[in-house]
């Protein structure tokens, strides 16, 4: 089954005595979790076992594992929370890694603005019709895109990808629901108004 922006249910994983179902880029973008060659998902049942004790610093429910870059911060979130457009973090897609609102700057000033490429063509030159997103920072020519720009935009851009997650329909994350059988996150799907 696939939800929203956070991709599939992948399961069930076993922790301890109960069975838990996680989300695609919820499981993804914890620590400790990666894929394998052969594509399997590895340490789910060590970080769900850490994570369902960690208060997501946004909604306030547990299982809120995605911590801070910044060392000795002790801000943890749920992936989908940070999507919230309202919340002003920043997403590393490169690290897999979040900089809490307080520590936005942090990236900021980590980011090598002179030497961004474009994500379609890989090449760095044109300059004034390379083009950042303003969600995820990625860069593209204006040409490159598909369908391509005539000029450089004047207001605040998004990438398809970034556009489709701020204009697609908003979840809401609900606390987690228990049964016997496994741990399985709710939805509840709102319009957007």
């Known amino acids: 089954r696939v ?18 179902y996680v989300h695609e880029l919820c499981a993804i973008w ?3 979790v990666y894929l394998d060659e052969d594509n399997k998902l590895k340490n789910v049942q060590k970080e769900l076992l850490r994570s369902k004790k960690m208060y997501c610093s946004i ?9 801070c870059k910044i060392k000795n911060c002790r801000k943890t979130y749920h992936f989908r929370c940070l999507l919230d457009e309202n919340i002003d973090c920043r997403l590393d897609f490169k690290g897999f890694t979040v900089y809490c609102p307080e520590h936005v ?3 900021d000033k980590t980011r090598e603005y002179d030497k961004i490429m474009c994500k379609a063509c890989q090449q760095g030159h044109d300059d004034d019709n390379l083009i950042l997103c303003d969600i995820c920072d990625e ?4 040409y490159c895109l ?5 000029k450089v935009p004047e207001e605040d851009w998004l990438c398809n990808l970034c556009d489709i997650r701020k204009t697609a329909v908003s979840y809401t994350h609900l606390r987690a629901h228990e049964t016997p059988e496994h741990l399985v996150c709710r939805l509840l799907l709102e319009k957007k108004k």
Do not use: W
């Open 3 to 20: 939800h929203g922006d956070v991709g599939p249910f992948y399961g069930p994983f076993k922790a301890k005595t109960q069975q838990y």
């Open 30 to 32: 914890t620590p400790q």
């Open 59 to 67: 909604c306030g429910c547990l299982g809120g594992g995605l911590g």
């Open 105 to 107: 700057q942090e990236y």
């Open 139 to 142: 860069g593209y020519h204006i």
């Open 146 to 150: 598909e369908p391509k720009l005539s």
